[in-house]
């Protein structure tokens, strides 16, 4: 059932290889976003990131769970023939972890079938004491944008086709670009920071979008803002309180028997950007929880996201529906 309402560096040099994946059609490294590789306010924490396995459900083939995170990356997944559109991916996990696989690395293969390049983001977490702890994820996003968007060259891109998806609490991030790509949450560093930060356009799957305590994902809301945040905080971070007219065009995907994030964080953020005039599609499905992406989604109404947001990338003109498969 569905609502619908309609710096002078080049690339080599900035290339700070942390590892390898290969659920892609090529090897794929991670890129550190930061010329210094570790981000704005982090530099003294003495912290070591952590990579937790999870237990496989579903069609999961790898399940991963990232922790104190300093050094911020985008990992690129890059199709064999790029038709020029860009997703950065940002996975949720209650601003307590990154969940960089579900709701990661396996929707970037899917991307890749349309041609779409993909980039999975791990960004800094409010949780770790990072200082302006709860711009630390805006930073991260506002840089990936621009970092994509500054080398669509070398990648076949183009740069007014670099959009962003987010999960869960990934959404919140995503929906805070979407609405705070202007406010400068970090002193400029390089080059990379002239380029525009707005996402051409956001795909948000189940997301926190709220800090109302009425309504907010308790989780997050306090791993953001703490335990007893001011009236000021939570109205800055309640992204439904912020869209304007340059919001970009939106696609949200819901399940109704969600018992993690209130439904009213999708419904009022959908209201909010028709009573702004902005291109947006409210997708409700029958069931799926939470959290579920792609692979765990398997034998549920929600499952369908996917099938939704191709026709609604297509009607962008950000992917050919008629493009075979990779």
Known sequence: MMARSF??????SLLTVWGSVGYSQTL????AIWPDSTGPGSVCLKIKQTITHRTLTGTCTIDRAVEKITIPTLTPFLPHRPNGTAIILCPGGAYQRVVIDVEGSDIATWLNTMGISAFVLTYRLPVDGHRNKESVPLQDAQ???RYVKYHA???GLDSSKVGIL???AGGHVVSMLATHFEKQVYDPLDTIDKIDAKPSFQIL??????MDPTIAHTGSKTNLLGSYPSQILIDEYSSEKHIKAKTPPTFIAVAKDDASVPFANSQSFHDSLLVHHIASE???YENGGHGKGICKALGTDFANWTV???VWLQKLRLVNLSEKKE
């Open 7 to 12: 710096l002078k560096y080049s690339i080599p």
């Open 28 to 31: 794929q490294n991670k890129i």
């Open 143 to 145: 840089r990936a944008i």
């Open 153 to 155: 060259a070398t990648w």
């Open 166 to 168: 987010g999960a869960s």
């Open 205 to 210: 799957l189940y997301p926190v979008i709220s």
């Open 282 to 284: 409210l997708h409700i």
């Open 308 to 310: 939704d947001c191709k």
